[in-house]
Nanobody
Framework: QVQLVESGGGLVQTGGSLRLSCVAA????????MGWFRQPPGKEREFVASISWSGTYQYYADSVKGRFAISRDNARSTVYLQLNSLKAEDTAVYYCAAEWGKSRDRPPRFSNWGRGTQVTVSS
């Protein structure tokens, strides 16, 4: 189990940007595939992006490709999600997730979750 704490959410206008951070309470973040998910109001939680243990491979939902970017700093035990060109439909609680493993492939599920950070995009 690894504890995850997200930050960086807030209120932003359409077209604006935010940078979310996820700090993991582990010195071995390099052993985990990391991901970001979101849950819009009244909807199911959905995949946003994930990144392999080394940062070499990134995966994105079609709805955010070209606008969001995931990155990681294993030395700082931190994963980032840069959100650009934000739209009203990006409004959601954003969750950080971690799954142990050094496969290049996105894991089928994530076992460790943070509590989320709210992102609200106003028009």
């Amino acid at each position: 189990q690894v504890q995850l704490v997200e930050s960086g959410g807030g209120l932003v206008q359409t077209g604006g940007s935010l940078r979310l951070s996820c700090v993991a309470a582990t010195r071995t973040l390099s052993s985990y595939h990391m991901g970001w998910f979101r849950q819009p109001p009244g909807k199911e939680r959905e995949f946003v992006a994930s990144i392999s243990w080394s940062g070499t491979y990134q995966y994105y939902a079609d709805s955010v490709k070209g606008r969001f970017a995931i990155s990681r700093d294993n030395a700082r035990s931190t994963v980032y999600l840069q959100l650009n060109s934000l739209k009203a439909e990006d409004t959601a609680v954003y969750y950080c997730a971690a799954e142990w493993g050094k496969s290049r492939d996105r894991p089928p599920r994530f076992s460790n979750w943070g509590r989320g950070t709210q992102v609200t995009v106003s028009s």
